[in-house]
């Protein structure tokens, strides 16, 4: 790479403004067939063709949506679009590129220099800021403001190098994200009405004409508007785009989204997955809970995580070689995350009882899904005749399936588990509970539950 404005002149490098440096880099992608928005799921049909509408056009964006919509990960992909490597002039505040610098400071060194300015590369990564917006945050941390060690060094006042320049600014020729954008007093959003029409900065008395070059992308909740604050109208004009995101629509979508996100301490069948997405969807529909407030992604990525600490810590404590999750684990997720779901003011009392009305549907809703077909009678059978099956947080899978009635020459326990594609003894019990859960939702056996011992009978 080449070290000085010289050496980048005679390499044939040509400065590209920064929205046409995205807009090239989509459309090449566009073209070659390559994804430019990896890792988001659901968003392909609606969201996503918006927001391209909005880079192509030079937009500065917001995205409006409910909590855990993936507003955030969608702004930082934006990252993705930038030119990996970029010059800037080594050591300049801003960030300025060689061939058009903007700050006092960095055209006295341009002027004094000339071609032996020196130029350093700086990757896409530094050149993404975010912000979360909070009712304390300032003017200077947005704009800039008066720096006294400047002055007490003994620069005058009206010196513009005096300035301590804040995120707005040092993000030139880069992206500013703002996450939560109602939340600015609205003293501090009208500070940032020059800095995204006109492009210049204000700054106690100062008016820098910095021709910054700069994407400003925020994310906002609608609900925000009324309880916390609001996007003052003139802000809002200055955004050219306003894009409303969403939840996932398709069951795939809200798995594959769990999948991807969560950090998961053992196995976790596809199955149980299910349920957990199932389950979130339920919520999402419920007249119970607050849909206002929205039920993020994060509840089902961290009930993922939560069942698979559930089958760790069995596991551990019964000696088991594989840890494997299992029906009797999702019971933990209403005790532990419950709180994670904001109920509407009349539900006050009932809220875990709506929680396990709706786990329980989810769960039918996989067994309907999953062993369509099968007939259970057999099962049935053997339990109407006595035959009793425990299951709980500590027992183990060997001591389950051991405990399982026999059903002669049968084969009803291999083709549940091959619908599930059950491999080790962990699924096959997974997969056999799952089955017990579904008759006894469906009112064929019945279910007792106390002493952290579940039996079927």
Same mark, same amino acid.
């Given at each position: 790479?080449?070290?000085?404005v @010289?050496? *980048?002149?005679?390499?044939g490098?040509? &400065?590209?403004?920064?929205? !046409?440096e995205l807009?090239?880099n989509?459309?090449?992608?566009?073209?070659?067939?390559?994804?430019?928005?990896?890792?988001l799921?659901?968003?392909?049909?609606?969201?996503?063709? !918006?927001l391209?509408r909005?880079?192509?056009?030079?937009?500065?964006v917001v995205l409006? @949506?409910?909590?855990?919509?993936?507003?955030?990960?969608?702004?930082?992909?934006?990252v993705?679009? *930038?030119?990996?490597?970029?010059?800037?002039?080594?050591?300049?505040? *801003? $960030?300025?590129?060689p061939?058009?610098?903007?700050?006092?400071?960095?055209?006295?060194?341009a002027?004094?220099l000339?071609?032996?300015?020196?130029?350093?590369?700086?990757?896409?990564?530094?050149?993404?800021?975010?912000?979360?917006?909070?009712p304390?945050?300032s003017?200077?941390?947005?704009?800039?403001?008066?720096?006294?060690m400047?002055?007490?060094? $003994?620069?005058?006042? @009206?010196?513009?190098e005096?300035?301590?320049?804040?995120?707005?600014?040092?993000?030139?020729?880069g992206?500013?994200?703002?996450?939560?954008?109602?939340?600015?007093?609205?003293?501090?959003?009208?500070?940032?009405?020059?800095?995204?029409?006109?492009?210049?900065? &204000?700054?106690?008395?100062?008016?820098l /004409?910095?021709?910054?070059?700069?994407?400003?992308?925020?994310?906002?909740?609608?609900?925000?508007?009324?309880?916390r604050g609001r996007?003052?109208?003139?802000?809002?004009?200055?955004?050219?785009?306003?894009i409303?995101?969403?939840?996932p629509?398709?069951?795939?979508?809200?798995?594959?989204?769990?999948?991807q996100?969560?950090?998961?301490?053992?196995?976790?069948?596809?199955?149980?997955v299910?349920?957990?997405?199932?389950?979130?969807?339920?919520l999402?529909?419920?007249?119970?809970?607050? &849909?206002?407030?929205?039920v993020?992604?994060?509840?089902?990525?961290?009930?993922?995580?939560t069942?698979?600490?559930?089958?760790l810590?069995?596991?551990?404590? !019964?000696?088991?070689?594989d840890?494997?999750?299992?029906?009797?684990?999702?019971?933990?997720?209403?005790?532990?995350?419950?709180?994670?779901?904001?109920?509407?003011? @009349?539900e006050?009392?009932?809220?875990?009882?709506?929680?396990?009305?709706? *786990?329980?549907?989810?769960?039918?809703?996989?067994?309907?899904s999953?062993? /369509?077909?099968?007939?259970?009678?057999?099962?049935?059978?053997?339990?109407?005749?006595g035959?009793?099956?425990?299951?709980?947080? !500590?027992i183990?899978?060997?001591?389950?399936?051991? $405990?399982?009635?026999?059903?002669?020459?049968?084969?009803?326990?291999?083709?549940?588990?091959?619908?599930?594609?059950?491999?080790?003894?962990g699924?096959?019990?997974?997969?056999?509970?799952?089955?017990?859960?579904?008759?006894?939702?469906?009112?064929?056996?019945?279910?007792?539950? $106390?002493g952290g011992?579940?039996?079927?009978?």
């Amino acid at each position: 790479m080449t070290t000085t404005v @010289g050496a *980048l002149r005679a390499s044939g490098h040509v &400065q590209k403004p920064l929205k !046409q440096e995205l807009r090239d880099n989509l459309l090449a992608a566009l073209r070659e067939g390559r994804d430019p928005w990896p890792g988001l799921h659901g968003l392909t049909d609606t969201v996503i063709p !918006q927001l391209e509408r909005a880079v192509i056009a030079g937009h500065d964006v917001v995205l409006l @949506g409910e909590r855990g919509q993936g507003k955030t990960r969608l702004l930082r992909t934006l990252v993705g679009l *930038l030119d990996e490597w970029t010059p800037v002039i080594d050591g300049s505040e *801003l $960030g300025e590129h060689p061939y058009d610098p903007i700050t006092p400071a960095s055209r006295r060194r341009a002027a004094e220099l000339g071609d032996d300015l020196p130029v350093a590369w700086r990757h896409r990564d530094e050149r993404y800021a975010e912000k979360l917006a909070t009712p304390d945050t300032s003017v200077a941390d947005l704009v800039g403001d008066v720096d006294p060690m400047k002055v007490a060094a $003994g620069r005058s006042l @009206g010196d513009p190098e005096t300035i301590h320049f804040g995120l707005i600014p040092r993000s030139h020729r880069g992206i500013v994200a703002i996450n939560e954008l109602p939340d600015l007093a609205e003293r501090i959003q009208v500070a940032m009405l020059n800095v995204m029409e006109e492009r210049d900065i &204000q700054i106690r008395g100062y008016v820098l /004409r910095l021709p910054l070059d700069v994407l400003v992308v925020a994310s906002a909740n609608p609900e925000d508007y009324t309880n916390r604050g609001r996007i003052i109208t003139p802000l809002k004009d200055r955004f050219g785009a306003e894009i409303r995101t969403h939840y996932p629509v398709a069951l795939d979508d809200e798995v594959a989204v769990i999948r991807q996100e969560a950090a998961l301490t053992a196995e976790v069948p596809e199955s149980l997955v299910e349920v957990i997405a199932r389950f979130t969807r339920n919520l999402r529909e419920s007249n119970a809970v607050d &849909q206002r407030s929205g039920v993020s992604a994060r509840f089902s990525i961290a009930a993922a995580e939560t069942v698979a600490a559930a089958a760790l810590h069995r596991a551990t404590t !019964q000696g088991e070689s594989d840890a494997v999750a299992r029906v009797v684990d999702l019971e933990t997720v209403i005790d532990v995350l419950g709180g994670k779901v904001e109920f509407e003011t @009349g539900e006050e009392g009932r809220e875990k009882e709506t929680l396990t009305h709706l *786990l329980r549907m989810a769960t039918a809703e996989t067994v309907r899904s999953r062993f /369509r077909g099968i007939d259970f009678a057999l099962l049935v059978s053997a339990i109407e005749n006595g035959a009793m099956v425990s299951t709980g947080a !500590q027992i183990g899978a060997i001591d389950f399936l051991s $405990g399982l009635p026999v059903l002669g020459e049968s084969e009803l326990y291999d083709e549940v588990c091959d619908r599930l594609e059950a491999k080790n003894d962990g699924e096959r019990a997974n997969a056999i509970e799952l089955a017990l859960e579904g008759l006894y939702l469906a009112r064929k056996v019945s279910k007792e539950s $106390g002493g952290g011992e579940t039996v079927y009978g």
